[in-house]
């Protein structure tokens, strides 16, 4: 009896010797791919997390400094924050918070050069809301064109409201209400009907001697048709 389960242990121990021989090796470099990249994932989570946290250090300096009205400590925090933390979000929501204040400086091509960046650098959502803005700034300096090319740019749709009102907004001072009222019947019908900003797009509609109901009356016509 024992002889017999020896031989039945010699025969299992042979048959897992020769399955190791077989799949050894690969078994152990799957393994050590996926131990190598669970490891390589924690270690970018780890980075990621350690960005960020610096990151939105500078963006607190940032706005420290804007609010005590030094701007050349805000400058040296977020000409860091460019320099080593570029790809964050923090980075991207500085900008916009450093263009916001030198537009109310009155300092309008260092909001351009600002939002311009966070234009190249930024999120989708960064991106179009710093096109926006610096559309604004164009129409500012009169630049109405060049206004309208910065918004001649595909859109995530929550903006597309505020992309056709400021399209708008750079038609009419171009002198052209046809257009304008067609931009603000799109921004109108695509705004949210409980924002308030709504109201403001129905008052330019009103004041260019259009209703905001036309664009929705067209298209019905149009279906019908």
Known sequence: MATHLDLEEQKQL????HFWNSWGTLITSVLLVVFLGIAGWNGWQYWQKRQAVQAAGLEFAVDQALTAKDQARADQAFAELKDKYAGTAQASQTALLMAKASV??????????VLNWVTEKG???SKALARI???AVLEQQKSFEEGLKVLDFAMPEAFAGLQADRRGDLYAALGKPQ?????YQA???????DLDYRHL???KLNA?????????????TASEN
């Open 187 to 193: 921004a109108y019908k695509a705004l949210d009907k």
């Open 14 to 17: 042979d048959q897992l010797k």
């Open 123 to 125: 999120d989708e959502g």
């Open 201 to 203: 797009v129905e008052f």
């Open 179 to 183: 257009e304008a009222v067609t931009q």
């Open 104 to 113: 109310e400086a009155g300092k309008l091509d260092d909001a351009k050069a």
């Open 208 to 220: 260019l001697g259009a209703a905001p109901e036309a664009a929705a009356l067209v298209k019905t």
């Open 133 to 135: 803005r610096l559309s």
